[in-house]
């Protein structure tokens, strides 16, 4: 290939890019209030999962939030990916949009749990000897499924009382968009019961 011929490839794929700014292969900041969130990009789950039809992340003890556990779940069938918590039935779940948000989810699923070739602790700190914790530790639950039957179970610490945990950077952008998506979650409950007692103080 000529140097001509390499220069009007650079620049198509450059028009390209600026066209798509919201394609996969970007590297931004995509976690932040100000995200502008698509269900336009079309996701084929047979990139990232294999032989499973439903994928459920439980995130328990979560510290920080307004409670202790949240759901996220995803299925394959219908390309819906929600969040929810279990024991609150009386507010819907909340979807999950972003296509960045879903295509980062699958793609970790699949390295760290499913097929397994990336190491999720990259290494272990010792803390000092005598300042042992014991307190009730953050996990994340990652359940598969397939037609109905539990295929994987995996249970993933987040924080060690003896060691600090070392993760892999791929799998602390995974924990950094739960977080994020468990924020946007409880924005979403506040706003459902604030608009909830506001009515009940119009008509009661």
Not at 10 to 32: D, E
Not at 154 to 181: A, Q
Request: contains cysteine; proline residues 3%; glycine residues 2%.
């Amino acid at each position: 290939m000529n140097n001509k011929k390499k220069y009007l490839l650079i620049i198509g794929i450059c028009l390209f890019m600026l066209k798509n700014p919201n394609n996969c292969w970007s590297n931004n900041a995509i976690y932040n209030d100000d995200l502008v969130k698509s269900s336009s990009s079309v996701i084929d789950p047979c990139l990232f999962v294999n032989d499973v039809d439903s994928i459920t992340v439980l995130y328990w003890n979560a510290w920080g939030c307004n409670y202790d556990q949240y759901t996220i779940s995803y299925s394959l069938a219908t390309g819906n990916m929600v969040v929810y918590v279990e024991y609150l039935k009386s507010i819907p779940a909340y979807p999950i949009i972003c296509s960045e948000q879903i295509m980062l989810f699958l793609s970790s699923i699949d390295a760290f749990y499913l097929k397994k070739s990336i190491p999720i602790v990259e290494k272990k700190i010792k803390q000092n000897a005598n300042e042992h914790l014991e307190y009730d530790i953050p996990t994340f639950h990652v359940e598969c499924y397939k037609k109905g039957k539990r295929v994987l179970f995996s249970s993933t610490l987040l924080e060690d009382g003896d060691y600090e945990l070392v993760f892999n950077p791929m799998f602390e952008e995974f924990k950094s968009m739960v977080f994020s998506i468990v924020d946007e979650y409880d924005r979403y409950v506040k706003k459902l019961r604030k608009k909830d007692d506001s009515y009940r103080c119009r008509y009661y």
